[in-house]
Nanobody, 115 residues
Framework: QVQVVESGGGLVQPGGSLRLSCVASGDIRSNNNMAWYRQTPEKQREWVATITSEATPNYSDVVKGRFTISRDNGKNTVYLQMNDLNPEDTALYYC?????????WGQGTQVTVSS
């Protein structure tokens, strides 16, 4: 079992920034990917970014150039630096851990972009 806990969400004005954190604990495998997804009541869960255990990032086209995913393997933590936020980024942001055997989701952290 792996526990995944997100933090860092909140209310921010358009054009502002936030940094989300996600800590994984438990039976962590050395070869794993961690990813961020987001969801609103109107949309299906949407992939945002992924980072491999070698720290190779990938981004959805919607956030590329504005968001940066990074990780600290020593802390089993992944970060999502979000810049130039706009109201369309408002969502519940979820972190997902996966390895060769299984995947686990966190409970999500709310990001609201509004003036």
């Amino acid at each position: 079992q792996v526990q995944v806990v997100e933090s860092g969400g909140g209310l921010v004005q358009p054009g502002g920034s936030l940094r989300l954190s996600c800590v994984a604990s438990g039976d962590i495998r050395s070869n794993n990917n961690m990813a961020w997804y987001r969801q609103t009541p109107e949309k299906q869960r949407e992939w945002v970014a992924t980072i491999t255990s070698e720290a190779t990032p990938n981004y959805s086209d919607v956030v590329k150039g504005r968001f940066t995913i990074s990780r600290d393997n020593g802390k089993n933590t992944v970060y999502l630096q979000m810049n130039d936020l706009n109201p369309e980024d408002t969502a519940l942001y979820y972190c997902r851990y996966n390895d060769d055997w299984s995947y686990f989701w966190g409970q999500g952290t709310q990001v609201t972009v509004s003036s």
